[in-house]
């Protein structure tokens, strides 16, 4: 109809600026509608070149899907481990701070297991061998379950109350007798050693023998000449190269023996001073304590402090001399209120840190995930007598 000739015409320009951008689908449908509404010659010929566009360009989306899809498959055939090593991270990722289960090892295994296991998972996830995501951060938990199992005194903290020891920290509680301090030394790979310095030390050495371990120059050294050792992956394995520093030592060694004896007497001579002085000055000194915070055989007779009635026992015939003197009494009785608080002040510190542990248990991951709010109530609530005493001396922080 001649009513619709015009519309029919802008059809046609829209079908036209579609195929130009490669749209075929949209230009075919818009050529078609053209036709109908007002059929023309340009049209229809315009039509047949939409039509055959259209039909190549299906041929090719076919073939390109196609090629895609052989392309995953084949992909699959190389890979068919992929999978599987994903299950793995993921099993290694959920252990959380179970170093034991990590290393899939248990709770009684020696320091041979724990080496054999750390070589053959840091091996299989390490992130230059396995590219499966997630495989760094196994790999970080991995070389963190052996830094504390290899460790005795970490081990030991770890499997008293799980979790990481190196956020919760030790310490003990102090008696009447007097507080005495519990230190927990530092792993023999030190606190600042990354996963990948500990993978290059152990396979770039040939193996971490314990005994052998030891601070030189600032770094560390598992035994044998100078130098530093590192691993990468070459292929389906690694290789080891070893940088040895052996010139540097050498010329070191040739200067220590340049000195002199006479040099040497004069760099020592300080040490013997001191040790003399020390040696002296206890000859002299008698350390016996003048009191203590529970009664014995020998200190029989009980006492309190004046200004905050401490309890103290002192012996009574070496105590004499300080009741005659007024002085040194009160000095005596300040000594036992400063040892008394300073050991209130570590009690306290220890009640602080079995809460926090305690709470730290009963949140659950993220806070809610296994949340037990009744044992969370418990600990929030829990009553930490040490601070409460150390308030009556001014000193609570």
């Given amino acids: 109809m001649e009513i619709n000739k015009d519309e029919a015409l802008r059809c046609l320009r829209i079908a036209k600026n579609h195929y130009g951008t490669k749209n075929f689908e949209a230009a075919l449908r818009l050529t078609k509608k053209s036709i109908k509404l007002y059929p023309t010659d340009d049209a229809k010929e315009f039509l047949l070149k939409a039509e055959k566009a259209a039909s190549s360009a299906s041929t090719s989306s076919s073939t390109s899907e196609k090629e895609t899809s052989n ?68 790999f970080k938990l ?4 052996f830094t504390v199992l290899s460790d005795p005194q970490k081990r030991a903290i770890h499997d008293a109350g799980g979790g990481d020891p190196e956020q919760r920290g030790g310490g003990g ?43 030189q120059s600032g770094g560390f050294s598992f035994g044998g000449p100078a130098g530093f050792s590192s691993a990468t992956f070459a292929g389906p394995g690694f290789r080891a190269r070893t940088f040895n520093r052996q010139r540097q030592y050498q010329q070191h060694q040739q200067q220590q023996q340049q000195k002199s004896g006479w040099s040497i007497f004069l760099q020592i001579l300080p040490l013997i001073l001191l040790f003399g002085y020390t040696l002296f000055s206890g000859l002299l000194t008698d350390e016996t ?58 009690a306290c510190l220890y009640e602080r840190k079995q809460q926090q542990i305690k709470l730290n248990n009963a949140r659950g991951a993220f806070g809610f995930v296994g949340r037990d709010e009744k044992r969370y109530q418990e600990a929030l609530n829990m009553k930490l007598t040490s601070c409460e005493e150390l308030k009556k001396f001014g000193n609570y922080k």
């Fill in 173 to 215: 509680h102090p008696g009447f007798s007097g507080y005495r301090a519990q230190s927990f030394g530092a792993s023999p790979f030190g606190e600042e050693i990354s996963p990948e310095d500990l993978f290059n030390m152990f396979f770039g050495g040939g193996g971490i023998n314990m005994a052998n371990l030891h601070r």
């Fill in 71 to 138: 392309q995953g498959k084949q992909k699959a055939k190389e890979n068919p481990s992929s999978g599987h090593q994903s299950a793995e991270v993921r099993e290694i990722l959920a252990c959380g701070n179970d170093y034991y289960k990590i290393l899939k090892l248990d709770r009684k295994c020696n320091e041979i297991e724990i080496k054999k296991s750390y070589r053959k998972l840091a091996l299989k996830f390490h992130p230059d061998k396995n590219k499966t995501p997630g495989a760094d951060e196994a």
């Fill in 289 to 346: 304590p003048i009191f203590s915070f529970q009664s014995t055989s020998v200190y029989s007779q009980p006492r309190m402090t004046s200004a905050h009635r401490v309890p103290y026992y002192v012996e009574p015939n070496a105590f004499k001399p300080y009741l005659q003197n007024h002085y040194k009494l009160s000095k005596v009785e300040q000594q036992v209120e400063i040892d008394w608080v300073r050991s209130l002040q570590q």
């Fill in 142 to 145: 991995i070389s963190k379950a």
